[in-house]
Protein backbone atom coordinates (compact mmCIF):
# COMPACT_ATOMS: atom_id res chain seq x y z
CA UNK A 1 0.00 0.00 0.00
CA UNK A 2 1.30 3.14 -0.87
CA UNK A 3 2.43 5.90 2.10
CA UNK A 4 0.72 9.05 2.47
CA UNK A 5 3.25 11.98 2.91
CA UNK A 6 1.67 12.27 6.67
CA UNK A 7 2.78 8.56 6.89
CA UNK A 8 6.50 9.21 5.75
CA UNK A 9 6.86 12.21 7.82
CA UNK A 10 5.55 10.68 11.30
CA UNK A 11 7.86 7.57 9.78
CA UNK A 12 10.73 10.16 9.50
CA UNK A 13 9.71 11.63 13.26
CA UNK A 14 9.56 8.08 14.86
CA UNK A 15 12.83 7.09 13.12
CA UNK A 16 14.52 10.28 14.46
CA UNK A 17 13.98 9.52 18.06
CA UNK A 18 12.25 11.04 20.78
CA UNK A 19 13.34 15.15 21.23
CA UNK A 20 13.88 15.40 17.83
CA UNK A 21 12.73 18.98 16.87
CA UNK A 22 11.64 19.93 13.28
CA UNK A 23 10.23 21.97 10.97
CA UNK A 24 8.08 21.87 7.58
CA UNK A 25 11.84 22.05 5.82
CA UNK A 26 12.65 18.56 7.23
CA UNK A 27 10.23 17.48 5.27
CA UNK A 28 10.46 19.23 2.05
CA UNK A 29 11.57 16.10 -0.53
CA UNK A 30 8.41 14.46 0.76
CA UNK A 31 5.88 16.97 -0.99
CA UNK A 32 4.82 20.48 -1.74
CA UNK A 33 4.98 23.14 1.12
CA UNK A 34 1.02 23.15 1.30
CA UNK A 35 1.18 19.50 2.00
CA UNK A 36 3.48 18.98 4.48
CA UNK A 37 2.16 21.63 6.03
CA UNK A 38 -1.44 20.22 5.94
CA UNK A 39 0.44 16.55 7.34
CA UNK A 40 2.00 18.35 10.41
CA UNK A 41 -1.49 20.09 11.28
CA UNK A 42 -2.88 16.88 11.50
CA UNK A 43 -0.43 14.55 13.16
CA UNK A 44 -0.76 17.43 15.41
CA UNK A 45 -4.16 17.13 16.10
CA UNK A 46 -3.96 13.63 16.49
CA UNK A 47 -1.29 14.15 19.54
CA UNK A 48 1.51 12.49 17.92
CA UNK A 49 3.97 15.23 17.76
CA UNK A 50 3.95 18.55 19.95
CA UNK A 51 3.53 21.87 18.64
CA UNK A 52 6.40 24.19 20.64
CA UNK A 53 5.74 27.84 18.46
CA UNK A 54 4.64 28.62 15.40
CA UNK A 55 5.65 26.38 13.09
CA UNK A 56 8.03 24.44 15.12
CA UNK A 57 7.37 21.31 16.14
CA UNK A 58 9.18 18.10 18.37
CA UNK A 59 8.61 14.35 19.18
CA UNK A 60 8.00 15.24 23.08
CA UNK A 61 10.91 12.99 24.98
CA UNK A 62 8.43 11.22 28.37
CA UNK A 63 9.62 10.51 31.52
CA UNK A 64 8.55 7.13 33.28
CA UNK A 65 9.51 8.46 36.62
CA UNK A 66 7.57 11.95 36.33
CA UNK A 67 4.66 9.78 34.22
CA UNK A 68 4.79 13.39 32.02
CA UNK A 69 6.27 15.31 28.84
CA UNK A 70 9.17 16.86 29.75
CA UNK A 71 10.07 20.34 27.98
CA UNK A 72 11.67 20.76 24.64
CA UNK A 73 15.36 20.38 23.73
CA UNK A 74 16.02 23.97 23.00
CA UNK A 75 19.23 23.15 21.45
CA UNK A 76 17.64 20.97 18.87
CA UNK A 77 14.98 24.26 18.72
CA UNK A 78 17.67 26.23 17.64
CA UNK A 79 19.23 23.83 15.27
CA UNK A 80 15.99 23.06 13.74
CA UNK A 81 15.08 26.96 13.07
CA UNK A 82 18.91 27.35 11.96
CA UNK A 83 17.94 25.07 9.28
CA UNK A 84 14.87 26.29 8.05
CA UNK A 85 16.40 29.65 7.76
CA UNK A 86 19.40 28.42 6.31
CA UNK A 87 21.78 29.73 8.89
CA UNK A 88 24.87 28.43 9.99
CA UNK A 89 25.15 28.51 13.72
CA UNK A 90 27.70 28.11 16.97
CA UNK A 91 25.87 27.92 20.92
CA UNK A 92 27.52 30.65 23.12
CA UNK A 93 29.62 29.65 26.21
CA UNK A 94 27.38 30.04 28.92
CA UNK A 95 24.59 27.73 27.47
CA UNK A 96 26.41 24.81 26.71
CA UNK A 97 27.61 24.70 30.21
CA UNK A 98 23.78 25.02 30.98
CA UNK A 99 23.22 21.99 28.74
CA UNK A 100 26.02 19.62 29.65
CA UNK A 101 25.02 20.37 33.37
CA UNK A 102 27.95 22.48 34.13
CA UNK A 103 25.98 25.44 35.45
CA UNK A 104 23.35 25.76 38.29
CA UNK A 105 22.35 29.04 36.28
CA UNK A 106 18.60 28.05 34.49
CA UNK A 107 18.68 30.84 31.75
CA UNK A 108 15.66 32.51 30.72
CA UNK A 109 17.69 32.61 27.39
CA UNK A 110 20.04 30.86 25.12
CA UNK A 111 22.39 32.81 22.68
CA UNK A 112 23.84 31.58 19.46
CA UNK A 113 26.20 33.38 17.08
CA UNK A 114 24.88 33.19 13.60
CA UNK A 115 25.47 34.01 10.11
CA UNK A 116 21.76 35.13 9.40
CA UNK A 117 20.59 38.54 10.86
CA UNK A 118 20.32 39.16 14.63
CA UNK A 119 16.15 37.50 15.63
CA UNK A 120 14.77 35.91 18.85
CA UNK A 121 12.46 33.07 18.85
CA UNK A 122 10.47 32.41 22.45
CA UNK A 123 9.72 28.94 23.27
CA UNK A 124 7.50 28.07 26.29
CA UNK A 125 9.11 31.23 27.62
CA UNK A 126 12.39 30.96 27.18
CA UNK A 127 14.48 33.07 24.71
CA UNK A 128 16.22 31.60 21.66
CA UNK A 129 18.64 34.61 20.93
CA UNK A 130 20.39 34.46 17.09
CA UNK A 131 22.93 37.10 17.48
CA UNK A 132 24.49 38.14 14.03
CA UNK A 133 28.46 37.42 14.06
CA UNK A 134 31.46 36.22 11.91
CA UNK A 135 31.12 32.32 12.39
CA UNK A 136 34.95 31.29 13.22
CA UNK A 137 34.33 27.45 14.51
CA UNK A 138 31.35 26.50 12.94
CA UNK A 139 32.31 23.86 11.14
CA UNK A 140 31.67 20.33 13.64
CA UNK A 141 29.61 17.87 12.09
CA UNK A 142 27.87 16.63 15.67
CA UNK A 143 26.33 18.85 17.27
CA UNK A 144 28.07 17.31 20.40
CA UNK A 145 31.13 18.20 19.48
CA UNK A 146 29.85 21.90 19.00
CA UNK A 147 28.42 21.66 22.88
CA UNK A 148 31.62 20.56 24.31
CA UNK A 149 33.91 22.44 22.76
CA UNK A 150 31.90 25.76 23.81
CA UNK A 151 31.45 24.70 27.06
CA UNK A 152 35.56 23.63 27.69
CA UNK A 153 36.28 26.88 25.86
CA UNK A 154 33.95 28.91 28.58
CA UNK A 155 35.85 27.47 31.24
CA UNK A 156 39.03 27.75 30.21
CA UNK A 157 42.07 25.10 30.69
CA UNK A 158 42.56 26.36 34.64
CA UNK A 159 39.22 25.09 35.68
CA UNK A 160 38.82 22.00 33.59
CA UNK A 161 39.46 19.52 36.54
CA UNK A 162 38.67 15.65 36.86
CA UNK A 163 34.64 17.22 37.97
CA UNK A 164 34.08 18.77 35.25
CA UNK A 165 35.47 15.99 32.55
CA UNK A 166 33.46 12.79 34.51
CA UNK A 167 30.32 15.21 34.70
CA UNK A 168 30.79 15.97 30.60
CA UNK A 169 31.88 11.93 30.18
CA UNK A 170 28.50 11.48 31.72
CA UNK A 171 26.47 13.56 29.86
CA UNK A 172 28.18 11.92 26.47
CA UNK A 173 27.09 8.78 24.45
CA UNK A 174 30.32 6.62 24.40
CA UNK A 175 29.68 5.27 21.46
CA UNK A 176 29.80 9.42 20.28
CA UNK A 177 33.32 9.78 21.33
CA UNK A 178 35.85 8.18 18.20
CA UNK A 179 33.68 10.65 15.94
CA UNK A 180 33.69 13.18 18.35
CA UNK A 181 37.59 13.61 18.73
CA UNK A 182 37.78 12.88 14.88
CA UNK A 183 35.35 15.72 14.59
CA UNK A 184 37.14 17.95 17.04
CA UNK A 185 40.91 17.55 15.94
CA UNK A 186 41.15 21.49 14.67
CA UNK A 187 40.10 22.71 18.18
CA UNK A 188 42.69 24.08 20.74
CA UNK A 189 45.11 21.27 21.71
CA UNK A 190 44.50 21.80 25.33
CA UNK A 191 40.55 21.29 23.97
CA UNK A 192 41.40 18.30 22.38
CA UNK A 193 43.54 16.60 25.41
CA UNK A 194 40.58 17.16 27.23
CA UNK A 195 38.36 15.45 25.27
CA UNK A 196 40.35 12.79 24.99
CA UNK A 197 40.59 12.48 28.75
CA UNK A 198 36.71 12.87 28.88
CA UNK A 199 36.13 9.80 26.39
CA UNK A 200 38.66 7.58 27.84
CA UNK A 201 36.84 8.40 31.57
CA UNK A 202 33.85 7.30 29.82
CA UNK A 203 35.25 3.80 28.34
CA UNK A 204 36.47 2.72 31.86
CA UNK A 205 33.41 3.58 33.51
Same mark, same amino acid.
Given at each position: ?9 ? =? ?6 ? !? ?10 ? !? %? $?????? =? /?? @? ?11 ? *????? +?????? #??? %? ?13 ? @?? *? ?5 ? &? ?5 ? /? &? #?????? !? $? ?6 ? +? ?20 ? !? ?15 ? &? +? ?6 ? %? =? ?6 ? +? ?13 ? *? ?11 ? &????
Amino acid at each position: MMQTIKDKII =ARVYGKGR !GWVFTQIDFADL !G %T $RQSVDV =A /LH @RLFHEGRIRRIAR *GIYDY +PRYSDL #LET %TLAPDYDLAARAIAR @RQ *GWRIQIS &GSAALNI /L &G #LSTQVP !G $RLTYLSDG +PSQEFVINENTIEFRHSSLRES !GFKLRESSLVVQALRAL &G +PDHVTPEV %T =AKIGKWLN +PALCPKILKDTKTAA *GWIHQAIREICEG &GSRG
